[in-house]
Every structure is written in structure tokens, then in C-alpha cells.
């Protein structure tokens, strides 16, 4: 079997950095993705090289042993990682769970007491405008029969064209009235009931990833018009760049799921994350780039972030109460209430131009559908 050097492979030095071991791993993916006409051998490979390279304990163990053959060395790299029995004070044997959250004094939850319709909503529609406009002939038409001596030749004429363009216009309003009753109707047919699209990560560290999808169904289905996403790319990005999207109206929260240290986490005024009160070295966040990302792509929605933490091992994770920055950490409870709360501005609307630009951004978007 070919030995492959994993620091030739991507195209780095051997002292690279991790942002820069990233960044090269990230250029060449994406021209090696078979999605994007590259080979899945060449692929793997590729993602071998990064996940062995990324791990400080794997890439030191690798550069001891120098080249190794590519394919031998991802399952050796799984086993040893596995076999370890701590890693930054993380214990393997600790599971997290999704709180219970006392949604009694959630306001945003008593106010959707009983609320369960949905209005598809879509960019042009008519409204109320074909009503609006019967409304208006209906007091046009009896005028003359009013006012009979108030009507000159010159008035009647002005009124005759008055009433033509109110039925023109009214009929013009209804023929797209029902237009976008039948769009509304073939959007229903097409995704029914369906609340979440995509599936949270499956691998066994991705446990916070699947901690929040429960999070996301438990509570903010209460508001009828959200709509889930899991696993979704950045504009010309083929890989799962951004673990959660909530959709509710025109307002969309973008979400990164950690799990972490105990302790309590912070932004700086800088934009740095801080763990009791020092610059946080234990992991990173695409947050703010995902949000910046997707408010290009959505420049008509509001859009904001929400990195929610937990525990890695026993003890407690707090955050600050902070509503501003693209990527604030954020307990589990602290998510359910405040974004919760924002996202009930409109807590029965689907934006259908909004929901399919969204959709279409979701890696995986044809998993099992979940029904609310």
C-alpha cells in the first residue's frame, strides 16, 4: 500500500497551525468532494489527513511514527482516540441531557395556548387587497343613485372609469388571490405536516448536536410556524458547516452545539469567548462566520446565532445574560427563553421563498420527516 505524507497530502508545513491545517483541508475538500466531481477515494483520504492532523494527541503520535499507510492509520487513529480515558479533563462516561424547563413562565409559551394554525406566507401575494378592492366597488357602484343631482356628465364619466378600474383590479387581485391559494396548496401537498428537515450528527462526539435537536422539538414547536433544520452549508459549501437552523417568520437563528467544560462562559468585548474569565482555548466556533454567511444569502431576514453549551463532564455550565453578538453561549435554558421568545414575533408564519432557500442549503435534507 502507497505511504502518503498527510502534511504533503494538504499542502502544509509541519509546524501549521490548526487554523491553517483547517483552512487547506477545507480549499482542497472542497474540489475533492465526489459531489463536487472529485473521488471518494481521494476524499477520505483527505479527511483522514485533517481528522488526524486537527487532534493535537493524534498528530503527535502521528509525527512520531512518521508515514504511515493512509487507509491503516484512520482506524488506528479511531482506536487510540476511544482508548484514551480522559482528554482535557472531558470524561468519555459522562452523558449530558436536555433539561426540563419549566415553561410555565415562558410568556412566549402561554401566549401560543390553543394557536395552531399556520399561514404560508410568500412574497407578493395579494392579501387582503382582492377583498379591499370589492369593498371599494361595492361603495362606488350606488353612488349615482345617491347623489343623483350631484352627478354632472363630467362626474359620471369620472365615475364610470372609477367603477371599470375597480372591477378590473379586483378581478386582477382575485385571478392571483387564487394563484397563491393553489401554490399554498401544492407547498402543503409537497411537505404535509412536516416540522424538521435533516438529521443532527450521528458519530459518537457529536452528542451535543443531537441534545439540541431534542431541545429544538420538545420546545419551539410550540410556535407553529417554526420550521428545523440540521446539518446545513454555507453558500458554495458542501459540507455540514452549521449544525442547527430555526425558522419562524422572517427570523432565523443560526445554532453551534458544544459540549464542554463546566464553568462559566462568556463574550469579551472583542468578540472572545471566555471561560471564568480567561480567553477560552478548548474549542472553537464557526458561529459568526455561518451568521454573516446567511445574512448575504437572506438579506430581507433576520438572522442571529446561539452557541449552546453542555457539561462534558459533571458539573455546571453558566452563561452570561447577553443579547447582543453573532454567537453568544447560551445554556439549554437560556436558548428556549430568549430565542424562543424572539422567534415568537411571528409565531405562525412560514415564509415559503424563506423556508426553500433554507431547505436548500440542508446537506442531508431527505432524512426521515418528523410530524408535529
Same mark, same amino acid.
Request: charged content about 25%.
Given at each position: 500500500?502507497?505511504? #502518503? ?51 493535537? =494527541? ?10 504511515? /499507510? ?5 482506524? $488506528? ?14 470524561? /468519555? ?59 354632472? =356628465? ?45 438529521? /443532527? ?33 454555507? /453558500? ?19 445554532? $453551534? ?34 451568521? $454573516? ?6 438579506p430581507d431576514v433576520e438572522v442571529r446565532g446561539a452557541l449552546v453549551l453542555y457539561p462534558s463532564r459533571e458539573g455546571e455550565i ?27 414575533? $411571528? ?14 442549503? #440542508? ?10
Amino acid at each position: 500500500m502507497a505511504e #502518503v505524507d498527510y502534511y504533503e497530502l494538504l499542502g502544509i508545513a509541519r509546524d501549521a497551525t490548526p487554523g491553517e491545517i483547517k483552512s487547506a483541508y477545507r480549499a482542497l475538500a472542497l474540489r475533492a468532494h465526489p459531489d463536487a466531481g472529485g473521488s471518494a477515494e481521494e476524499f477520505q483520504l483527505l479527511r483522514s489527513a485533517y481528522e488526524t492532523l486537527s487532534d493535537p =494527541v493524534s498528530r503527535a503520535a502521528y509525527d512520531r511514527r512518521g508515514r504511515r /499507510p493512509s487507509m491503516a492509520l484512520a482506524a $488506528e487513529r479511531r482506536a487510540e482516540r476511544w482508548a484514551r480515558p480522559r482528554r482535557f479533563g472531558e470524561d /468519555p462516561d459522562f452523558v449530558p441531557t436536555v433539561p426540563d424547563i419549566d415553561v410555565t413562565h415562558l410568556p412566549w409559551w402561554r401566549m401560543m395556548e390553543g394557536v395552531s394554525r399556520v399561514h404560508y406566507a410568500h412574497p407578493g401575494s395579494p392579501g387582503h387587497a382582492p377583498a379591499a378592492g370589492a369593498v371599494a366597488g361595492a361603495v362606488l357602484l350606488p353612488l349615482p343613485l345617491v347623489l343623483p343631482f350631484a352627478f354632472s =356628465v363630467w362626474l359620471m364619466s369620472v365615475w364610470v372609469l372609477l367603477v371599470v378600474s375597480a372591477v378590473a383590479a379586483t378581478v386582477l387581485l382575485v385571478r392571483r388571490h387564487l394563484e397563491s391559494l393553489r401554490t399554498v396548496r401544492s407547498f402543503r401537498s409537497e411537505f404535509g405536516d412536516r416540522i424538521v428537515f435533516g438529521s /443532527p450528527g450521528a458519530e459518537p462526539d457529536e452528542v451535543a448536536e443531537r441534545l439540541t435537536a431534542e431541545l429544538l422539538e420538545r420546545y419551539l414547536t410550540r410556535l407553529p410556524g417554526v420550521r428545523i433544520f440540521h446539518g446545513l452549508a454555507w /453558500p458554495d459549501s458542501v459540507f455540514a458547516d452549521v449544525d442547527h437552523a430555526v425558522l419562524c417568520g422572517r427570523r432565523l437563528v443560526l445554532v $453551534e452545539s458544544k459540549s464542554w467544560l463546566p464553568g462559566h462562559y462568556a463574550l469579551a468585548e472583542d468578540g472572545t469567548l471566555t471561560r471564568n474569565g480567561r480567553r477560552f482555548r478548548g474549542g472553537g466556533t464557526q458561529l459568526p462566520t455561518s451568521v $454573516e454567511a446567511f445574512r448575504r444569502l437572506l438579506p430581507d431576514v433576520e438572522v442571529r446565532g446561539a452557541l449552546v453549551l453542555y457539561p462534558s463532564r459533571e458539573g455546571e455550565i453558566t452563561t452570561d445574560e447577553q443579547d447582543d453578538g453573532d454567537a453568544p453561549p447560551m445554556t439549554p435554558e437560556q436558548f428556549v427563553r430568549q430565542l424562543g421568545d424572539w422567534l415568537a414575533a $411571528e409565531p405562525v408564519t412560514v415564509d415559503r421563498h424563506v423556508f426553500r432557500t433554507v431547505l436548500g442549503q #440542508v446537506v442531508s435534507p431527505s432524512s426521515t420527516p418528523t410530524n408535529a
